[in-house]
């Protein structure tokens, strides 16, 4: 059974960093990109970037490129998402999930994110 | 703003039909994929190009694509089929992913 599974809530403060994790079973983890989606509260899903974890390929969006890091450790089999300096708009759910540019077939269960003071 | 726009907000009466639709310029050159997100919980997976439907959707659940438009449709919708619905697919460039805005669907 293909199963992604995230890292736990995190409660931070401005300007801290962070790391979360995703962590894939059940599958060949280096052959499938992994992908980073930010879900704000109340709004839409947001495409962050992308990871090869066979190669660490990694595709940004224009709109998260030079705010976070994506990389991942395929010996782990386990996947990231990176904050060098936290933000209150940084507030969000963030999801993994296995697939391609194309179509994302399984996902994490999410990541809360709450950045406040 | 989303490079691929969906309505805000669609309803339907149950066991009716009920089309969802996404549109944009890239959808001329690139497939969409669609999921359902329903509250609290994390987006599924339920379509991607034409018709091709990942294992345990129903196929009462199927997908079109004509010019910049591509849609979702839901025959005989259940109560269960109550969610948003998110497109996606590659922005005008090609080289980046996009997701539409949603389409909150309410089974009355």
């Known amino acids: 059974e293909v199963q992604l599974v995230q890292s736990g809530a995190e409660v931070k403060k401005p300007g801290e960093s962070l790391k979360i994790s995703c962590k894939g079973s059940g599958y060949n983890f280096p052959k499938y990109w992994i992908g980073w989606v930010r879900q704000m509260p109340g709004k839409g899903l947001e495409w962050m970037g992308i990871v090869y974890p066979d190669d660490s390929d990694t595709r940004y969006s224009p709109s998260f490129r030079g705010q976070v890091t994506i990389s991942a450790d395929k010996t782990i089999n386990t996947a990231y998402l990176q904050w060098n300096s936290l933000k209150a708009s940084d507030t969000a759910i963030y999801y993994c999930a296995r697939g391609s540019l194309s179509q994302l077939d399984y996902w994490g269960q999410g990541t809360l994110v709450t950045v406040s003071s | 703003s989303s490079e691929l726009t969906q309505d805000p907000a669609v309803s339907v009466a149950l066991g009716q039909t009920v089309r969802i639709t996404c549109q944009g310029d890239?959808?001329?050159?690139?497939?969409v994929s669609w999921y359902l997100q329903k509250p609290g919980q994390a987006p599924v997976f339920v379509m991607y190009g034409e018709n091709i439907r990942p294992s345990g959707i129903p196929d009462r659940v199927s997908g079109s694509s004509s010019g910049n438009t591509a849609s979702l449709t839901i025959t005989g919708a259940q109560a269960e089929d109550e969610a948003d619905y998110y497109c996606k697919s590659r922005d005008s460039s090609g080289n980046h992913v996009v997701f539409g805005g949603g389409t909150k669907l309410t089974v009355l």
């Open positions: 890239s959808l001329r050159r690139y497939n």
